[in-house]
């Protein structure tokens, strides 16, 4: 039986603390404030409190998505969670999320490529259900609570870096004309010692020296080549969209991972699209990992800018360095 995949809902959730750039002039004794505005578009973020985790997010995100489906959790046939700030390094948090939704038949795995990761659970589980008749309601959620990996005297992390989480429940469909319509991943793996969280594995567990010297938190160790996003976007998107027979004009919005927006402006003047064609979220919630394209995804969605038969594209990088990009039919 020829099956698809197709997008039946979407939600969000990023907590009700806000932190606006005056925030971090008092915290580091300077004007950042300008630098973020004009050069990222970003205003404010929103971070965890202390009583708060990657779990909470990740259950009000669904909660929504799931109410817009009109699905109760029982209905769910298997739980992806894409995260690289996990609630547990074991067992996984899309396990926690099971329990706490009450989703008893639920399978669940969490997936990390960092903050492409939500554009590779998509993939994967767009192919597990066209693979397997026994998926027909796959919940995927892109999570991030990176405030609690942060330095706090590091400027090139702790102004940027924020948390929310985006969800999708993905369902099964007899139209292959809709839904899923294709994907590519890619790594740079010589990229994968630049940027991460490199202790607490089994590398470099923690211990006192680790605490000491702050390798436990998010760093930056060299600066990234600021063409690579742009020009890997670039050349994947053009490869997806020519295998689907489409130009890049006729996609009707593209959602990308929203660290830089010089980048993403980039790859739309380098893919001839006008830039309105990028969902941005930057400005109010700065840069939240895996859980960004979903949460752009659902701001399009309660805008109204979503119609039916719209095509999408997906496009994540992150740490590793990991890319994946997927084309949806809406």
């Given at each position: 039986?020829?099956?698809?995949?197709?997008?039946k809902?979407?939600?969000?959730?990023?907590?009700?603390?806000?932190?606006?750039?005056?925030?971090?002039?008092?915290?580091?004794?300077?004007d950042?404030?300008?630098?973020l505005?004009e050069?990222?578009?970003?205003?404010?973020?929103?971070?965890?409190?202390?009583?708060?985790?990657t779990?909470?997010?990740?259950?009000?995100?669904s909660?929504?998505?799931?109410?817009?489906?009109?699905?109760?959790?029982?209905?769910l046939?298997?739980?992806?969670?894409?995260?690289?700030?996990?609630?547990?390094?074991?067992?996984?948090?899309?396990s926690?999320?099971?329990?706490?939704?009450?989703?008893?038949?639920?399978?669940?795995f969490?997936?990390?490529?960092?903050?492409?990761?939500?554009?590779?659970?998509?993939?994967?589980?767009s192919k597990?259900?066209k693979?397997?008749?026994?998926?027909n309601?796959?919940?995927?959620?892109?999570a991030?609570?990176?405030?609690?990996?942060?330095n706090?005297?590091?400027?090139?992390t702790?102004?940027l870096?924020?948390?929310?989480?985006?969800?999708v429940?993905?369902?099964?469909?007899?139209?292959?004309?809709?839904g899923?319509l294709?994907?590519?991943l890619?790594?740079?793996?010589q990229y994968?010692?630049?940027?991460?969280?490199?202790?607490?594995?089994t590398?470099?567990?923690?211990d006192?020296?680790?605490?000491?010297h702050?390798?436990?938190?998010?760093k930056?160790?060299?600066?990234?080549?600021?063409?690579?996003n742009p020009?890997?976007?670039?050349?994947?998107?053009?490869?997806?969209?020519?295998?689907?027979?489409?130009?890049?004009?006729?996609?009707?919005h593209?959602?990308f991972?929203?660290?830089?927006?010089?980048s993403i402006?980039e790859?739309?003047?380098?893919?001839g699209v006008?830039?309105?064609?990028?969902?941005?979220?930057?400005?109010?919630?700065?840069?939240t990992?895996?859980a960004?394209?979903?949460m752009?995804?659902?701001k399009?969605?309660?805008?109204?800018k979503?119609?039916?038969?719209?095509?999408?594209i997906?496009m994540?990088?992150?740490?590793g360095?990991a890319f994946?990009?997927?084309?949806?039919?809406?």
């Amino acid at each position: 039986m020829n099956r698809t995949a197709y997008i039946k809902s979407v939600g969000a959730y990023a907590p009700p603390k806000i932190v606006p750039n005056s925030y971090f002039n008092e915290l580091l004794g300077e004007d950042v404030d300008t630098w973020l505005r004009e050069n990222l578009t970003i205003e404010e973020r929103r971070w965890c409190n202390e009583n708060e985790s990657t779990i909470d997010l990740c259950y009000h995100a669904s909660q929504t998505a799931l109410e817009r489906a009109g699905l109760k959790p029982e209905n769910l046939d298997l739980i992806i969670v894409s995260t690289d700030t996990p609630e547990y390094i074991s067992p996984s948090t899309a396990s926690v999320l099971q329990y706490k939704l009450g989703a008893t038949k639920a399978g669940t795995f969490d997936l990390n490529t960092a903050c492409a990761g939500f554009v590779t659970a998509i993939d994967t589980a767009s192919k597990y259900i066209k693979a397997d008749e026994n998926y027909n309601n796959v919940l995927v959620i892109g999570a991030y609570a990176m405030s609690k990996y942060l330095n706090m005297s590091d400027k090139k992390t702790v102004t940027l870096f924020a948390d929310g989480a985006g969800a999708v429940i993905l369902s099964s469909d007899k139209n292959e004309s809709k839904g899923f319509l294709g994907s590519r991943l890619h790594t740079e793996g010589q990229y994968h010692d630049w940027m991460g969280i490199y202790a607490g594995g089994t590398h470099q567990p923690v211990d006192q020296t680790v605490l000491e010297h702050k390798d436990h938190l998010l760093k930056f160790v060299k600066k990234f080549p600021k063409e690579i996003n742009p020009t890997k976007w670039t050349e994947m998107i053009t490869d997806l969209t020519s295998s689907l027979e489409l130009k890049p004009e006729e996609i009707d919005h593209y959602f990308f991972t929203q660290i830089n927006i010089n980048s993403i402006w980039e790859t739309c003047d380098n893919l001839g699209v006008p830039r309105d064609k990028a969902v941005t979220i930057m400005d109010k919630f700065g840069y939240t990992g895996s859980a960004c394209i979903p949460m752009a995804l659902n701001k399009a969605f309660e805008q109204g800018k979503l119609k039916k038969g719209d095509k999408l594209i997906f496009m994540g990088s992150g740490g590793g360095l990991a890319f994946a990009s997927a084309a949806f039919e809406w």
